[in-house]
Structure formats: C-alpha cells, structure tokens
C-alpha cells in the first residue's frame, strides 16, 4: 500500500483511524465538479447530436451517460486532481495551528558557574525558544534549573531536549504544559497538586515552584537560618523534612499552608502506593 507524501493535503488531513479526507466547502466541491465535467458533457453532446437515434434515445443516452461520469468520473477526477484547491481552508488553518507556539515545562541539570545559564538560553534562542519561567534548585554537581519554554509549533520534543544539550544541560526532560504553568497561586498550587498525585517524589521540586525558594540541603540549614532569610520547614514521614529559602520575602501563612497540604497529599498517596508488608 503507497503511503502519502507528508507534504501532501492527504497526509496533513486524512483521519489517522480510517484514512478519510474532511468534507470540502460546498461551494468549491460544486466549481471542481463543473469544471471537470463541463468538457465532458460537451464532447458526449456533440457526439450524440450528430447521431442518427431517435430523440427519446438521445436522451436516455445523454441522461444515462451524464448519471455514469458524474459518479465515476467527474467526482472522483475532482477530488484527486483539485484536491488542494479544495482544502485549502482546512489546510490553512491545519498550518496556522501547527505554527503555532507550543508550552513546554523542561528541566535540565547545569554547571553552578558563571556563565552557564548564558549558554543555556543562547542556545534555545537560537531555535526561537522564548524563557516564561525559570526557578533553580541547588542539587549535587551543579543546580537543577526548571523552565516553562514558548517554542515554535513544529518543534518536537527531541528539537527541545537537543537545544538544551547543547546548551550544556546534563539528563534534559520536557514535557507539554498548558498556560496553567503561568497563573495565579492558587491554580498554580492545584496544578502542583495533579504533579504531585502523578508522582510524590516530585513533592521537593513543586513545593518549591510553588514558593518561589531554593530547597536547602540538611547541611546548609544552620546558615540558611543564620543568613536571616525566611526559612520554611515541611515535615514528611516518609522523606524527612525538606527545608526552604527564600531571601528577602517572607513565607505567608497561606503559603506555608498550601506547601503543608501537598506534603500531606504526597504522604497520603505514597502510603498508598507502597506495598503492604505480608505478616
């Protein structure tokens, strides 16, 4: 079986479960018809006129074959010689919504130098990737820098994961997100929430998205808290609190609330997924 080219309006529109085209605008549809038929019709006028039948047979002829070619050929000669012609509607707005610009939440692993974020962003500017969002964790080896990416509709997940590499980003993940990655505290604190349901290992990394603060390593607490920065500690049973900064902007009580209740959350479902222990 011959597979269409991907450039093709077959390959950009056909159902991708039964292979069917859209149905073209009406108009278009009735302007193909007549213009592949209309040269039919006329030469099989022109021959049947000049024959010597009698005029109800003239007729019958003209009637039955004009029924014929509209069925099996002028239709289907329409379809496929004129096939873009007819969808170029569908077409258009087919590109438009590919050319689109796509949001993307990536994570990648960096050097703590200087210079090492400059790389990064040159790197996904040059294939037109616009930075939303950036927050930073200090992890081991380096930072953790998570990002909501704008980049270009037809930029695939591998095009994205390649521009951080390049950039010097070590173990780069991406995904698709919505512009629920962008919005206010509380939307922000439910769409951690559906992260943190996914997976609660993810507890450390929303919690501190969703506070705006780095996550302090066990060792660096006592200077965190003599640095005089706000400090946040989240007691989990199964983790061991996990402990966060953030200079110059105090913790609210609803936020402090809100990083409660998703370690909460996350301890309620990683109870829940681990394995009962057999007497």
């Not at 500017?125 to 616009?130: D, F, L, Q, T």
């Not at 922000?188 to 929430?193: E, G, V, Y």
């Not at 066990?218 to 609190?241: F, N, Q, R, Y």
């Not at 902007?249 to 936020?255: N, S, V």
């Amino acid at each position: 079986m011959t597979r269409a080219s991907r450039n093709t309006p077959a390959a950009e529109l056909s159902c991708e479960v039964c292979g069917m085209m859209p149905e073209p605008p009406r108009t278009r549809l009735t302007v193909a018809n007549v213009a592949v038929m209309l040269p039919i019709e006329l030469l099989v006028h022109a021959l049947v006129v000049e024959t010597h039948l009698p005029y109800v047979a003239k007729v019958l002829v003209l009637t039955l074959t004009a029924t014929v070619l509209v069925i099996w050929v002028a239709e289907p000669s329409a379809a496929r010689l004129l096939r873009g012609w007819l969808h170029a509607p569908a077409l258009h707005r087919r590109r438009t919504l590919d050319a689109a610009p796509a949001l993307w939440r990536a994570r990648t692993v960096l050097r703590d130098e200087p210079g090492s974020l400059e790389k990064v962003t040159g790197s996904l500017a040059r294939n037109g990737v616009n930075i939303l969002g950036l927050h930073v964790h200090p992890v081991p080896g380096g930072v953790l820098d998570e990002f909501v990416l704008s980049a270009p509709g037809s930029m695939g997940e591998r095009e994205l994961l390649d521009a951080l590499r390049d950039g010097g980003g070590a173990a780069p993940h991406a995904w698709p997100t919505t512009a629920l990655a962008m919005a206010d505290g509380q939307t922000k604190a439910l769409s951690l929430a559906a992260r943190i349901a996914e997976a609660p290992t993810e507890l450390p990394l929303a919690v501190a998205e969703l506070l705006r603060a780095r996550i302090v390593p066990p060792s660096d607490v006592s200077a965190a808290v003599a640095g005089g920065g706000a400090v946040l500690k989240i007691p989990t049973a199964w983790h061991g609190p996990i402990v966060f900064a953030r200079p110059g902007e105090p913790f609210t009580p609803a936020e402090s609330a809100r990083a409660h209740r998703l370690a909460e959350l996350a301890e309620v479902l990683a109870h829940k997924t681990t394995p009962a222990t057999p007497n």
